[in-house]
């Protein structure tokens, strides 16, 4: 038998053949899985491919306005102390049904007492499971008129009340409610009280604005 000789490989050669089987066997063990020893060769198995995450949107602000047909219907006491130049309401307190659950009325004022029919101001509020901060400001359009020049006479009020803020389903409220009501008084010499019924009805549209967080 002959035996072919093949001729001795030079070292460099014997070096590249090991390179070669040493990424070959890095990428079988890439393939499988396998966890590769750092320095077992420099080539590096390629990135994961990044995902994309879903879970942080860009969100915005927006305002959200609500119009809202506001009545309510109340009764209850008022108390009030004459002096030589008008009358103070010193208390004003009643319930009844009010738009959202605000029903209970309360509040205060004040008027001159010149004629027959007179400007007054005051605060008040509409609370419950919602609630309204008013204020009454002084005008032609807001008054108290006595029906007779003299005591005892029954009063009818008229006005408009301007929203300061609102709780419950009225947070963010703003605009106007009119109202009218009547009670009757006995005595309007000065340093005299005295505490009267009264009823009263406010009517109006409410504007509600709300801040939503929404996802562009």
């Given at each position: 038998m002959r035996f072919r000789m093949s001729a001795p490989r030079s070292g460099s050669q014997v070096a590249i053949g090991r390179k070669a089987?040493?990424?070959?066997?890095?990428?079988?063990?890439?393939t499988m899985g396998m966890a590769i020893p750092s320095g077992a060769a420099s080539v590096k198995p390629l990135a994961p491919v990044a995902h994309t995450a879903l879970a942080d949107h860009a969100t915005k602000r927006v305002t959200k306005i609500?119009?809202?047909?506001?009545?309510?219907?109340?009764?209850?006491?008022?108390?009030?102390?004459?002096?030589?130049?008008?009358?103070?309401?010193?208390?004003?307190?009643?319930?009844?049904?009010?738009?959202?659950?605000?029903?209970?009325?309360?509040?205060s004022g004040a008027g001159s007492a010149a004629s027959t029919c007179d400007p007054f101001s005051g605060t008040g509020a509409l609370t419950g499971a919602s609630g309204l901060r008013l204020r009454v400001v002084s005008s032609t359009k807001t008054q108290a008129c006595a029906v007779n020049s003299a005591a005892p006479t029954p009063v009818t009020v008229k006005g408009?009340?301007?929203?300061?803020?609102?709780?419950?389903?009225?947070?963010?409220?703003?605009?106007?409610?009119?109202?009218?009501?009547?009670?009757?008084?006995?005595?309007?010499?000065?340093?005299?009280n005295e505490s009267d019924s009264f009823t009263a009805t406010l009517t109006g549209t409410v504007t509600i604005k709300t801040i939503v967080i929404v996802k562009k």
């Open positions: 089987i040493a990424v070959g066997v890095i990428g079988l063990l890439a609500t119009h809202v047909a506001f009545h309510g219907s109340y009764s209850g006491t008022i108390g009030l102390l004459w002096s030589s130049s008008g009358v103070k309401a010193t208390s004003v307190s009643g319930k009844g049904k009010g738009t959202y659950a605000a029903n209970t009325v309360s509040g408009v009340a301007t929203i300061l803020s609102g709780t419950g389903k009225f947070k963010g409220a703003s605009g106007t409610l009119s109202f009218n009501g009547q009670f009757s008084i006995k005595d309007t010499t000065a340093g005299s």
